[in-house]
């Protein structure tokens, strides 16, 4: 593994987002308005937790009065910089962000 630093010469461990908990995410979007990767996206579920599909910012679609909440989802995992400013933002604490080295290539 390669050591990572700062500007400063401080060691640092990249964690990268692997996964959020889609009991407990809310789709408030705030972590994907600081994510500079467009790591994730905001998916719509159904009553049964049944993920619908991807919405979009001027999507009004409803997907057919199924719509009962939203929430994010990893989409592009391997965009991840390890920068952990979603996790700094969410109000839930619902995501799992780990090193490189625990994460199953």
Do not use: W
């Amino acid at each position: 593994m390669s050591e990572f630093k700062t500007r400063d010469g401080s060691p640092y461990t990249p964690l990268y987002l692997t996964d959020i908990n889609a009991e407990t995410c809310i789709g408030c979007g705030r972590c994907f308005k600081v994510c500079p990767q467009s790591v994730m996206a905001l998916y719509g579920v159904n009553d049964e937790g049944e993920i619908l599909g991807i919405v979009t910012e001027d999507d009004d679609d409803d997907f057919d009065g199924d719509l009962n909440r939203k929430i994010m989802k990893v989409e592009h995992a391997g965009a991840c910089i390890g920068c952990n400013a979603c996790s700094r933002v969410c109000p839930k604490n619902c995501q799992t962000h780990l090193p490189a080295e625990e994460i199953a290539a």
